[in-house]
């Protein structure tokens, strides 16, 4: 569990909203049944380290104002151009009780598929599942290099104890390792070398 600040936001109007940005802060929103909701603003550069070095799915020890719920990154808002966050929610916890969370899958070993003439195609990006928080992985690592071509990864190979619950059905594929068609086959190193036709007749021409 790591340790987050936030102080509670008063003003709620759009204009002071632009303004904390513009000062190095971020709106958001912390809400659950014991603190119900509270508008809060946490320092940019602060929620820009917990996400690079924790990621989203972690639990948080949030520091607000004398109150010290534990809580879970819920929605954040980006800007489409920059990726700066704009907006980002907080949602409390209890950590004796399970939820739903969505984990992302991380492909290891994917060079040696590619060396061995294989294509991976991803049918999941991600996927749900049922677990406590303290249980909760960062993400879902599948490694693929030992797999050939015709192999295929599903719910039922994925090693996750008995803590953690996909809510997936067992023989649900995630990846696949497929035959390259001809565009993604090997290049003709001799391809290209030729010259066009417009080319020799042109040298040609120069010649007479």
Same mark, same amino acid.
């Given at each position: 569990?790591?340790?987050?600040?936030?102080?509670?936001?008063?003003?709620?109007?759009?204009?002071?909203?632009?303004?904390?940005?513009?000062?190095?802060? +971020? $709106?958001?929103?912390?809400? =659950?049944?014991?603190?119900?909701? #509270?508008?809060?603003? !946490?320092? @940019?550069?602060?929620?820009?380290?917990?996400?690079?070095?924790?990621?989203?799915?972690?639990?948080?020890?949030?520091?607000?104002?004398?109150?010290?719920?534990?809580?879970?990154?819920?929605?954040?808002?980006?800007?489409?151009?920059?990726?700066?966050?704009?907006?980002?929610?907080?949602?409390?916890?209890?950590?004796?009780?399970?939820?739903?969370?969505? +984990? $992302?899958?991380?492909?290891? =070993?994917?060079?040696?598929?590619? #060396?061995?003439?294989? !294509?991976? @195609?991803?049918?999941?990006?991600?996927?749900?599942?049922?677990?406590?928080?303290?249980?909760?992985?960062?993400?879902?690592?599948?490694?693929?290099?030992?797999?050939?071509?015709?192999?295929?990864?599903?719910?039922?190979?994925?090693?996750?104890?008995?803590?953690?619950?996909?809510?997936?059905?067992?023989?649900?594929?995630?990846?696949?390792?497929?035959?390259?068609?001809?565009?993604?086959?090997?290049?003709?190193?001799?391809?290209?070398?030729?010259?066009?036709?417009?080319?020799?007749?042109?040298?040609?021409?120069?010649?007479?």
């Amino acid at each position: 569990m790591v340790t987050f600040r936030a102080e509670e936001r008063p003003d709620l109007r759009k204009s002071v909203r632009r303004k904390l940005r513009q000062s190095g802060k +971020v $709106p958001g929103i912390v809400y =659950g049944k014991t603190i119900g909701s #509270k508008p809060i603003q !946490v320092q @940019q550069n602060e929620l820009h380290r917990l996400l690079k070095q924790h990621g989203k799915n972690t639990v948080i020890n949030l520091e607000l104002d004398g109150v010290k719920p534990t809580v879970m990154i819920g929605e954040i808002q980006r800007d489409p151009i920059t990726e700066d966050v704009l907006h980002v929610d907080f949602y409390e916890i209890k950590m004796n009780e399970k939820k739903t969370f969505t +984990v $992302p899958l991380e492909i290891v =070993g994917e060079g040696a598929v590619t #060396k061995n003439g294989g !294509v991976l @195609q991803r049918h999941y990006q991600e996927i749900e599942v049922e677990c406590l928080p303290k249980d909760l992985p960062e993400s879902i690592p599948i490694d693929v290099s030992g797999l050939d071509i015709g192999d295929s990864v599903t719910v039922a190979d994925l090693n996750l104890g008995d803590q953690i619950e996909v809510l997936l059905e067992p023989d649900t594929v995630l990846l696949t390792v497929t035959a390259p068609t001809p565009e993604e086959g090997p290049v003709d190193k001799h391809a290209g070398n030729e010259e066009p036709p417009e080319l020799v007749e042109r040298q040609e021409d120069a010649e007479e």
